[in-house]
């Protein structure tokens, strides 16, 4: 397809102008006020059967979950769970990392057996909540197979471990690399976690992993040097008498963001997830936030400064991190689209600035941009994950509204 990078199906250049999920994206922005997530479910819908179909083209058993951290608005879970209803092979499961997690996707019509509930520095007041459902909860240091075997011995329980690699956008390993990770236990801890499990009575039926941050199909090796290390300890789990059923790969699969990223080659993906995986005889997991939601959501905003400054021009926002922390966070990169120009490059560059009284508070510094006014609506592309819900009450600016499309016109 000719056009900017960014365009598909669903976020297109019609006219010159952005349309999203076919709507005018600046007239949506009029209709609603600014700053406004526009999300075009459709795109999550696709995504999901894209995974799903390409795990069944590797002829692996598998299962699907979103990562609830990423997208929790009820609009965009009624769709996935209209994908298929629980224990349907089409639907997708959620990954819940906090009781109020758990408790807002058994609200939102999972069944306990679809959660898969992976903390961090899990409280006995977080037990308090999890153990009370029968949720798969997966169990990440020496110290919390402890608490839960003391709370809930007995029970059948997953484990995540730290295969020491991980595949990154930028070739970060926040998760699971050289330098030790808050996450996951280590191969040389394996025989203690095992012993400790045992003394429990707990039964450990799933290895989990999550070391990758919006990879695409250059990190696979990275990706499969965690695997294999992952798969190794499986097989140890397996030798000590642990039944396990399900190795959970986690998320971290990325989607483009930047002009010449190439979508995440899924066969690629699925073909080094067989090589390691089908020989362990388990079902292959995997728990995808950015992948199912980030291409679904854009924010618009409208321009309300354009001025050069010392040689810059700023381009000002009625929005800022408040509304979208995720490239501030994570350190994303951002794409801005004028919404009545959306096929220009622009020749000048410009940076663009929110509204919050932080230096920091820069969406995008040095970019191109065509020429824009006051009162001009932008896009910013791509931030259906991680940024609605990162929302935060900093300088008591509110939240942005949201419109949710099930269909494209
Ligand atoms: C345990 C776990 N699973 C899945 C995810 C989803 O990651 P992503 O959105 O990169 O796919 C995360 C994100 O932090 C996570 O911590």
Same mark, same amino acid.
């Given at each position: 397809m000719s056009g900017p990078w960014w365009a598909r199906p669903g976020l297109e250049v019609r006219h010159g102008r952005l349309r999203i999920a076919g709507r005018d994206g600046e007239a949506l922005a009029r209709e609603h006020g600014t700053p406004l997530y526009a999300y075009d479910l459709v795109r999550m819908e696709e995504q999901a059967r894209a995974l799903r179909d390409a795990l069944a083209r590797a002829g692996l058993r598998h299962r699907v979950r979103l990562a609830l951290k990423a997208q929790r608005a009820p609009e965009a879970l009624a769709v996935l769970r209209a994908l =298929? &209803?629980? =224990?349907? &092979?089409a639907g997708v499961g959620i990954d819940a990392c906090s009781p109020r997690e758990l408790l807002h996707a058994l609200e939102h019509g999972w069944a306990p057996e679809e959660i898969s509930y992976t903390g961090t520095n899990v409280s006995e007041r977080d037990l308090d909540v999890v153990l009370a459902h029968p949720v798969h909860i997966n169990v990440d240091l020496l110290s919390q197979l402890e608490r839960v075997g003391r709370r809930a011995p007995g029970r059948a329980i997953g484990l995540r471990v730290n295969p020491r690699a991980g595949a990154g956008w $930028? @070739?970060?390993?926040?998760?699971? @690399? %050289?330098r030790p990770t808050k996450f996951g236990i280590y191969e040389e801890d394996l025989e203690r976690a095992v012993e400790a499990a045992r003394r429990h009575a707990l039964v450990i039926d799933t290895v989990h992993f999550h070391v990758g941050r919006a990879y695409l199909t250059e990190a696979l090796p990275a990706l499969e040097r965690a695997i294999e290390g992952a798969a190794r300890m499986t097989r140890r789990l397996k030798e000590a008498g642990m039944p396990i059923g399900e190795v959970n790969v986690g998320g971290g699969l990325g989607v483009p963001q930047r002009a010449g990223d190439r979508p995440l080659d899924l066969d690629a993906w699925t073909a080094i997830l067989a090589r390691h995986l089908v020989p362990l005889e388990v079902v292959v997991a995997c728990e995808p936030g950015d992948y199912l939601t980030k291409e679904c959501g854009h924010l618009l905003a409208e321009v309300v400064t354009v001025e050069d400054r010392a040689g810059a021009t700023f381009v000002g926002l009625d929005a800022g991190f408040t509304v979208a922390p995720e490239h501030f966070i994570y350190g994303m990169p951002v794409q801005v689209v004028v919404c009545r120009a959306a096929g220009e490059t622009g020749t000048g560059t410009v940076t663009v600035a929110g509204?919050?009284?932080? =230096? $920091? $508070?820069?969406?995008? %510094? $040095?970019v191109p941009l065509p020429p824009v006014e006051e009162g001009d609506i932008v896009a910013i592309l791509n931030v259906g994950s991680y940024n609605a819900v990162m929302a935060m009450e900093h300088c008591l600016r509110p939240p942005a509204a949201s419109v949710f499309f099930t269909d494209r016109v």
């Amino acid at each position: 397809m000719s056009g900017p990078w960014w365009a598909r199906p669903g976020l297109e250049v019609r006219h010159g102008r952005l349309r999203i999920a076919g709507r005018d994206g600046e007239a949506l922005a009029r209709e609603h006020g600014t700053p406004l997530y526009a999300y075009d479910l459709v795109r999550m819908e696709e995504q999901a059967r894209a995974l799903r179909d390409a795990l069944a083209r590797a002829g692996l058993r598998h299962r699907v979950r979103l990562a609830l951290k990423a997208q929790r608005a009820p609009e965009a879970l009624a769709v996935l769970r209209a994908l =298929g &209803p629980p =224990g349907h &092979p089409a639907g997708v499961g959620i990954d819940a990392c906090s009781p109020r997690e758990l408790l807002h996707a058994l609200e939102h019509g999972w069944a306990p057996e679809e959660i898969s509930y992976t903390g961090t520095n899990v409280s006995e007041r977080d037990l308090d909540v999890v153990l009370a459902h029968p949720v798969h909860i997966n169990v990440d240091l020496l110290s919390q197979l402890e608490r839960v075997g003391r709370r809930a011995p007995g029970r059948a329980i997953g484990l995540r471990v730290n295969p020491r690699a991980g595949a990154g956008w $930028d @070739g970060s390993q926040t998760y699971s @690399g %050289e330098r030790p990770t808050k996450f996951g236990i280590y191969e040389e801890d394996l025989e203690r976690a095992v012993e400790a499990a045992r003394r429990h009575a707990l039964v450990i039926d799933t290895v989990h992993f999550h070391v990758g941050r919006a990879y695409l199909t250059e990190a696979l090796p990275a990706l499969e040097r965690a695997i294999e290390g992952a798969a190794r300890m499986t097989r140890r789990l397996k030798e000590a008498g642990m039944p396990i059923g399900e190795v959970n790969v986690g998320g971290g699969l990325g989607v483009p963001q930047r002009a010449g990223d190439r979508p995440l080659d899924l066969d690629a993906w699925t073909a080094i997830l067989a090589r390691h995986l089908v020989p362990l005889e388990v079902v292959v997991a995997c728990e995808p936030g950015d992948y199912l939601t980030k291409e679904c959501g854009h924010l618009l905003a409208e321009v309300v400064t354009v001025e050069d400054r010392a040689g810059a021009t700023f381009v000002g926002l009625d929005a800022g991190f408040t509304v979208a922390p995720e490239h501030f966070i994570y350190g994303m990169p951002v794409q801005v689209v004028v919404c009545r120009a959306a096929g220009e490059t622009g020749t000048g560059t410009v940076t663009v600035a929110g509204n919050i009284n932080e =230096g $920091d $508070d820069l969406f995008a %510094e $040095d970019v191109p941009l065509p020429p824009v006014e006051e009162g001009d609506i932008v896009a910013i592309l791509n931030v259906g994950s991680y940024n609605a819900v990162m929302a935060m009450e900093h300088c008591l600016r509110p939240p942005a509204a949201s419109v949710f499309f099930t269909d494209r016109v």
